[in-house]
């Protein structure tokens, strides 16, 4: 599954594990850093995870548990 944000894009695997690249501006890729990736890498601290969004600066994942990750600008709560 793909999920593609305003200047980054997500890719969410066959064993749930979630891989972001593109801009890093305000966090959006979840990798701790404001480092731009023009390679996929893998977004820590989740797992099994179902399904992925990505908005114009933030990134969503759903774990099969129902629980919600976000990420990135939380400019609006």
Avoid: F, Q, Y
Avoid at 9 to 32: A, F, I, P, Q, T
Avoid at 46 to 71: C, F, N, P, R, T
């Amino acid at each position: 599954m793909l999920a593609a944000g305003d200047n980054h894009s997500l890719m969410l695997d066959k064993e749930g594990d979630v891989w972001s690249w593109g801009c890093n501006e305000h966090g959006r890729l979840g990798d701790g850093t404001l480092k731009n990736r023009s390679r996929p890498g893998r977004v820590g601290g989740l797992s099994e995870i179902i399904s992925i969004e990505a908005g114009v600066a933030h990134s969503l994942a759903l774990d099969k548990s129902g629980h919600v990750w976000a990420w990135g600008w939380n400019c609006h709560g």
